[in-house]
């Protein structure tokens, strides 16, 4: 069953003013349910002294105008600004809104005789209403369930966090920039507590980052939330998780590590069937036996129990890591399953595991237009704390099998459900497939090659052939942005270098992921996906001889003459294109993108911290550029980085056993 029908067919509205106090009288119509209509107003308890902020959603594409009227019939607010590419989504605010009964209103520009305007009642209290109740020893308390409106709700949300034209270069130095911005965050101060004002702390990394948004979103909603204690993969076997904490139980937020070696001992914890209660499972741990593959690295103390909802978060944080997203699709013990590669099922929040340990996340799609090729937005973030939304190409997200990286791809959060005696549990993957809510899971990926995967994903994005010379300039304007990311990143470890000794650099393939300085200011994992990018760009002719019926040749030229045009292009372009960095000395230099280009053997050792900016981004000895180059890695670094690593670099093959 296709996404889209099923949305279309059964959505209903009454969950969400179930979770509103007091809630708004919601019937369903005809056509709410043709349309898959939900209104969601924040905060969760509107009030007089406090800003109404609407959201309506529809699963189909249409055109509308959102209204909310005023107690008195006057029209406050009204917007036709229509956000998203399934679900669809309206936003209007009022800044003072009056006590009473206001209506959110859903006018269709495309309607017809029986589906013209939708209407839902709001409450609005003249006092303020207390927040929704928090169960002893838990920090929210579960009033909803997730299903396909409420996974629509969090994409929708998702994409207005994260909201900004295409061609924007968007990004935060810091997790609570994002949250904190009350136009961007619809659920900010949600719940009437003020839980939103004070500064986090938190820097997660690229798969805290994901785990956080949904905790978040689970938070605010009264969804059920939880997260494995996963070991990160390795002796030729995927990562595989032990033991899942869902949030009714915070206590046990901080498991014990997974077991480390065949020979664990009797603390170990063992493998755990979906959803199991983790307090069933530790008196048995003994009898389960112990993985072979390496574990994740465990707590070096164990904590006091979180007390608020952000050290919740943190706790969280210090369990999860890549490893959760990397376990193999087959797997139900797990917190996320696979899906098809289809623009249904591709929606905001949903995840993508890169094989060599980074984590993105969908916020948005653009389609294709004028020959202009479709592209999905996402956002990681990078182990300095720093959030960037990057667009889906082969630079950003790799994809290859390997049966000691796991299962890479694209996945959704597992569903959690109450299961018979009262228990939260995730859902199978038979289940999800059996589920009328979901019925989504997909082991296509599995089972295609690299080459069919980004084959598969340009069709998705660009169903429609694709003029050749848009279809690699776009490709360059990716190589683009991943270069002036990295200007940032190199960027932060300069300033921090300037302030700081030497920053230790770990042994074999930990320089790719580990913790600290070097994990924080170096770039092994980004300076290898930008070498993958080079490649990308500078093949990009070839790729289009290839699979020239994706495109729309020319009829008065032949296929050489095609590639000829391509290159001349490619060459223009990338010469075009400028990038500026940061010298020791606090001078701007300027390169061109196809001087970055022509120096990607110089990005094969130019990840370590230690070294100039100059050394890292290719300046050659003895030039002006050179010059004001005053540090290097020490020699015992630098033989390092050139016997025993760079061939990884060279060869494009991520180490797994080292």
Known sequence: MHVTSRFAAGVVAAFIFAAISPPAEATTSPCEQAVGFSVLP???????????????????????????????????????????SAPYS????????????????????????????????????????????????????????????????????????FDAPPDQDLSWKAWHEVLQN???????????????????????????????LRAYFAYKMGLPFGYSNCSRGGRGKAPRCYQWFDMEHPELTRPQPPPEQETASAAA?????????????????????????TPAAPPKARPKR???????????????????????????NTDFYTVALTQEALRPGTVYADPYGHVLMLVHRVPEKNGKPGVFLAVDAEPDGSITRKRFWRGNFL?????????????????????????????????????????DFS?????????????????????????????????????????????????NGRQYREKHAEVAM??????????????DYSTPARDFRLLIAIDVVRGFPDRVIRRASRYTMPGDKSIADVKSELQGVLASELASRKISYTRSDGSQWTLSLKEVVERAPHFEMAYNPNDCVEVRWGASDGGEEASTCKRHASQAQREKMSSKYRTWFQERHWPTNS
């Open 506 to 519: 770990p042994n074999g393939s930990a320089i790719f992921g580990t913790t600290g300085a070097w994990e």
């Open 399 to 439: 994809f290859v099998h390997d049966p000691a990286l796991g299962s890479p791809g694209f996945k959704r959060f597992r569903p959690i459900v109450r299961g018979k005696g009262g228990a939260l549990r995730r859902l199978a993957n038979a289940e999800v497939t059996s589920n009328p809510q979901y019925a």
């Open 306 to 332: 979180p007390t608020t909802f952000n050290e919740y978060l943190r706790d969280v944080g210090d369990v999860v890591h890549t490893g959760a997203v990397r376990a193999a699709a087959t797997d139900d």
């Open 42 to 84: 924040s905060p969760f308890a509107p009030w007089k002294g406090t800003p109404l902020r609407v959201m309506i959603m529809t699963e189909k594409r249409l055109q509308g105008e959102i209204s909310l009227v005023a107690p008195d019939g006057s029209v406050a607010a009204r917007s036709s600004d229509r956000h998203g």
């Open 182 to 212: 009350r136009s961007r965050n619809f659920l900010f101060n949600y719940l009437g507590r003020g839980e939103d004002n004070k500064r986090t702390g938190l820097r997660p990394d690229c798969a805290d980052f994901v785990y956080f």
């Open 269 to 293: 914890s063992g493998a755990m069937p979906p959803g199991q209660a983790p307090a069933l499972l530790q008196p048995f741990a003994s009898l389960q036996p112990a993985p072979a593959e």
């Open 90 to 161: 309206w936003f209007a605010e009022v800044a003072q809104p009056a006590a009473g009964v206001w209506r959110a209103t859903l006018t269709l520009g495309n309607a017809t005789a029986d589906c013209h305007t939708i209407t839902r009642d709001i409450s609005v209290s003249a006092r303020k209403p207390n927040p929704p109740p928090i169960p002893s020893g838990a920090f929210w308390q579960v009033r909803n369930s997730w299903n396909h409106e409420t996974e629509s709700l969090f994409s929708a949300w998702i994409e207005k966090l």
């Open 443 to 491: 082991l296509d990926q599995s089972k295609m090659s690299a080459e069919d995967f980004y084959d598969r994903m340009d069709d998705v994005m660009s169903p429609e052939p694709l003029d050749p010379v848009k279809a690699m300039t776009d490709a360059i304007e990716s190589l683009n942005e991943q270069v002036k990311t990295r200007v940032t990143a190199v960027e």
